[in-house]
């Protein structure tokens, strides 16, 4: 089998085991995957994954129960045990037993076959081409913001980060009717938010006034949350959904002197998610800059790490 792997450095592996699903689970022929910011910072040391990368995938099911053989899916990332405190009280996302595709105990999706549970999968519906499907799981993560917090249309909503997932949010949060800027660097990438009525503002020509009830940090960066912490008004929320690979200095006393509330936000509703790509309420295509075969994954991880592009797609089989 092909596949993407990761330890220590990346290599293009063609002899991998195909994987054999316990009972419970399903074996999937992945047919597109995703790259996002967390492959690239897991081969900078984040979590400390060894294995194939990748987590964004949709696919077919080539072996499983009734209910799922042949059926075209897109999957939950975190594997459960369902017998933990967590997984009883209903927060299974949180399970302390956990595997995560490729990112923690579990192979992901840079390869041609997968293993996950059938309780993670979720059909994909016949009006949702494969190019948009595999925009599921991080709009799945950009749709966790609203569920967190409630956004009214008076609120002033500050989105750092035009990258991949910032744009996400920034679609997702414009639905609300709030009074959105997203902040960035890249006039590029900011492009694709002012053909879409969302208003941007560049990072040098930012003068911060601390008026923003929320700020949303997408950058990637520490500096995005030193920014945000600069942004927001007095007992206003900061969510954080950016990872770092690296131990940071950050300040943290704004957040004490200011009573800033940080929320940390991490993955999120598959069905809302697969709900706006049916109704073409968010447009996912545009953000595409390249699909490669799985074989040039290592070409293709090159390609999204250059801030010039949003996203990349490994082609499989390839």
Do not use: C, W
């Given at each position: 089998m092909l596949g993407?792997?990761?330890?220590?450095?990346?290599?293009?592996?063609?002899?991998?085991p195909q994987p054999d699903p316990p009972k419970g689970e399903a074996l999937i022929q992945v047919a597109l995957a995703g790259i996002c910011s967390t492959d690239l910072e897991i081969t900078k040391g984040?979590?400390?994954?060894?294995?194939?990368?990748?987590?964004?995938?949709?696919?077919?099911?080539v072996r499983g129960s009734r209910r799922w053989e042949g059926r075209r899916v897109v999957g939950e990332i975190n594997c459960v045990c369902e017998r933990c405190d967590m997984c009883r009280s209903g927060m299974s996302n949180h399970c302390r037993h956990r595997t995560?595709?490729?990112i923690a105990g579990r192979d992901g999706c840079f390869a041609e076959m997968i293993?996950?549970?059938?309780?993670?999968?979720?059909?994909?519906?016949?009006?949702?081409?494969?190019?948009?499907?595999?925009?599921?799981?991080?709009?799945?993560?950009?749709?966790?913001?609203?569920?967190?917090?409630?956004?009214?249309?008076?609120?002033?909503?500050?989105?750092?980060?035009?990258?991949?997932?910032?744009?996400?949010v920034a679609q997702v949060l414009a639905r609300t009717g709030c009074r959105l800027h997203v902040v960035g660097r890249n006039e590029k990438t900011l492009s694709f938010c002012d053909k879409k009525g969302i208003q941007t503002v560049l990072v040098d020509d930012l003068v911060p006034?601390?008026?923003?009830d929320v700020a949303v940090e997408c950058t990637g960066?520490?500096?995005?949350?030193?920014?945000?912490?600069?942004?927001?008004?007095p007992r206003g929320q900061i969510v954080l959904k950016s990872t770092y690979a690296a131990e940071s200095r950050i300040n943290l006393t704004p957040l004490v002197v200011?009573?800033?509330?940080?929320?940390?936000?991490r993955c999120g509703p598959f069905p809302d998610a697969l709900s706006a790509l049916a109704r073409k309420e968010i447009d996912v295509l545009s953000m595409i800059s390249r699909?490669?075969?799985?074989?040039?994954?290592?070409?293709?991880?090159?390609?999204?790490?250059?801030?010039?592009n949003l996203k990349v797609l490994l082609k499989i089989p390839g």
């Open positions: 993407l792997v990761y330890d220590g450095k990346l290599a293009v592996r063609r002899n991998l984040y979590m400390g994954f060894t294995g194939v990368l990748g987590h964004e995938f949709v696919g077919t099911v995560v595709l490729g293993a996950l549970p059938e309780r993670n999968l979720h059909e994909v519906p016949e009006t949702v081409g494969d190019e948009e499907a595999v925009f599921v799981e991080p709009l799945a993560a950009a749709f966790q913001v609203v569920k967190q917090v409630r956004i009214e249309p008076r609120m002033r909503v500050a989105v750092l980060g035009s990258g991949r997932l910032g744009l996400l006034k601390k008026d923003y960066a520490p500096a995005g949350f030193e920014l945000a912490s600069q942004l927001v008004r200011d009573e800033i509330e940080l929320l940390g936000s699909a490669l075969p799985l074989s040039r994954a290592i070409e293709a991880m090159e390609i999204a790490a250059d801030p010039q």
